[in-house]
């Protein structure tokens, strides 16, 4: 995926002032930024989304993208499979629920979503997300309205999932140590530019107990403006 000269602007606003980015197939990069640095504006124009949003720059993003947002977005009128298999040929169904048992959600085909909880909702949108055999992954907050022991299954889940189907993924999130323990490379948006690009350089099994994750937290909270006695998330 690569973007050159990306521009966004709202009105008198430039949120995105010329954003250059390379992200090699495969790579799973994080975006973390103070709250409206755009970082959604971002995630939109690379998933095509901002017909409306002035803006100039150029995109090369692969054919096959797909986006989770913070809310699972699923259609309450359609059981999980359909939800599941949005968009997809009817002979994708076996595909559809072996998915669902990626995502530990076995047996629940013909589940409604408003039966299911707010992590087995997002579940459910890993597995449409993932349904299509996306190259590129974008996710907005995916795991931003759950509570803190969900988060910590969904990034399991999560890890699983990048290492079975291999998508590049783009993770925005406001949670620094999310971004650490998931993330090959971080990348900090400022003032509308990339401020701060880093290669995550840790072990697999990552720990916010290590002091090279501790190191990592610091640099990245400096790079945020904050104070890194603070307490998470960033504001
Ligand atoms: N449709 C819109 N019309 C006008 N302004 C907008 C629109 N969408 C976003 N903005 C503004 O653009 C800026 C960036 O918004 P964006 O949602 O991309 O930020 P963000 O970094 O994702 O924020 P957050 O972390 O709070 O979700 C904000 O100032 C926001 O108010």
Redesign the pocket.
Known sequence: MELRGLTRN??D?D?LKGIDLTIPDGQFVALL??????????L?AIAGLDHN?PGSGLLRVPERTSMVFQDSRLLPWQRVLPNVLYGQPRSRRRHGIDLLAEVGLAGREKSWPKGLSGGEQQRVALARALAGEPQLLLA??PFGALDALTRIKMHALLRTLVQAHRPTVLL?T?DVDEAISLAQRVLV?QSGRIGRDLIIDLPEDRNPAQPAFQRTRHDLLAALGVDAAAPQPVP
Do not use: A, P, Q
């Not at 930024?33 to 971002?42: A, E, Y």
């Open positions: 709202f009105g606003d949120i930024g103070r709250s409206g640095s755009g970082k959604s504006t971002l939109r949003v907005d907050e925005v406001h948006l």
